[in-house]
């Protein structure tokens, strides 16, 4: 199975911006749709952002739009998501996963339920 790894997390104040990563190995990571998601205190976790395979795709959760990208390296077998204009509300653990090999862009379900977090993620804390 793929393995993930992320990092990048910090604590930033609003306005600010912060790079998250997400090593992957044990996998071709290549052919796998990636996905960041995140989970507030007390909160569900939300789908934020995510990639085709080959990164010629991305969508977004509406409340960071514009402010978010979501970047691979397939040679690098690294996942990025470069986060500006941070918000409070953005606080939260960020975790990436990984959706099936190869998954058709337009039949990828994004909501978390569909996919399995394994690593510890990463603190992303925003003060006001």
């Known amino acids: 199975q793929l393995q993930l790894v992320e990092s990048g997390g910090g604590l930033v104040q609003a306005g600010g911006s912060l790079r998250l990563s997400c090593a992957a190995s044990?996998?071709?990571?290549?052919?796998?749709?990636m996905g960041w998601f995140r989970q507030a205190p007390g909160k569900e976790r939300e789908f934020v952002a995510g990639i085709s395979w080959r990164g010629d795709f991305t969508h977004y959760a509406e409340s960071v739009k514009g402010r978010f990208t979501i970047v691979r390296d397939n040679v690098e077998s690294t996942l990025y998501l470069q986060m500006n204009s941070l918000k409070p509300e953005d606080t939260g653990i960020y975790h990436c996963?990984?959706?099936?090999?190869?998954?058709?862009?337009?039949?990828?379900?994004?909501?978390?339920?569909?996919?399995?977090?394994r690593g510890q993620g990463t603190q992303v804390t925003v003060s006001a």
């Open positions: 044990g996998r071709p990571f290549k052919n796998y749709p």
């Open positions: 996963a990984a959706a099936s090999a190869w998954s058709i862009w337009s039949q990828i379900n994004w909501s978390p339920a569909a996919f399995q977090f």
